[in-house]
């Protein structure tokens, strides 16, 4: 099986949700992403608990291309500490996989 990259962060507003999905395709970084609804996150922050919501966004992208994302993700992300989550997955479908790939290609 072919593998594929996911990589996830969550931010404070859709738009910026839309920001990052979309530069993050246009750029050939992610072949695509989704934002996903609002989530309630609890957290310690600056030795307090913090709840805030916020927007989801998932890219799928090639394990060759997954640094580079994470990289764009970091430079544009308007949080102090980031979550960027990066996980390697087998792809069921190969013919997605070769789609991811070849979408990611600069």
């Given at each position: 099986?072919?593998?594929?990259?996911?990589?996830?962060?969550?931010?404070d507003?859709?738009?910026?949700?839309?920001?990052?999905?979309?530069?993050?395709?246009?750029?050939?970084?992610?072949?695509?992403?989704?934002?996903?609804?609002?989530?309630?996150?609890?957290?310690?922050?600056?030795?307090?608990?913090?709840?805030?919501?916020?927007?989801?966004?998932?890219?799928?992208?090639?394990?060759?291309?997954?640094?580079?994302?994470?990289?764009?993700?970091?430079?544009?992300?308007?949080?102090?500490?980031?979550?960027?989550?990066?996980?390697?997955?087998?792809?069921?479908?190969?013919?997605?996989?070769?789609w991811?790939?070849?979408?990611?290609?600069?």
């Amino acid at each position: 099986m072919e593998q594929i990259c996911v990589v996830t962060t969550v931010v404070d507003a859709r738009s910026v949700a839309d920001l990052l999905a979309a530069a993050a395709v246009a750029g050939r970084l992610a072949a695509c992403a989704q934002v996903g609804g609002q989530v309630d996150s609890t957290y310690w922050w600056r030795s307090g608990v913090e709840t805030s919501t916020e927007w989801s966004v998932q890219f799928k992208t090639a394990p060759d291309r997954a640094q580079a994302l994470v990289d764009q993700l970091r430079s544009g992300h308007p949080y102090e500490v980031p979550e960027i989550l990066l996980s390697r997955v087998e792809c069921g479908d190969p013919a997605y996989a070769a789609w991811v790939h070849e979408q990611t290609r600069p």
